[in-house]
């Protein structure tokens, strides 16, 4: 899992069937400070209702995929948590 920053949803109107009713949001990878990690762009399920400007918990392979209800959807990385804040001692 890594965090992330959501900066922009996608519209799909084509995809494959797994994907159908699925929001698909772009996101950044950032450090717990809200640094950007690597300024890499990735696309993304959304399963938990984010937004634009949410940081978010992003899960990746089969941990991504046990969120829907076909384990081989292909479905490579998901939002699973909105974070409300970060912690570091």
Do not use: H, W
Request: aromatic fraction near 4%.
């Amino acid at each position: 899992m890594y965090l992330a920053k959501v900066i922009g949803s996608t519209v799909v109107p084509q995809k494959i069937p797994a994907l159908v009713g699925k929001k698909l949001m772009l996101v950044e990878p950032i450090t717990t400070e809200g640094a950007v990690v690597s300024g890499l762009q990735k696309v993304v399920v959304d399963a938990v209702g984010a937004g634009v400007t949410d940081t978010v918990i992003v899960s990746q392979g089969t941990s991504a995929r046990i969120y829907f209800n076909e384990p081989n959807d292909g479905i490579d990385e998901a939002i699973v948590g909105i974070v409300d804040s970060i912690n570091c001692d």
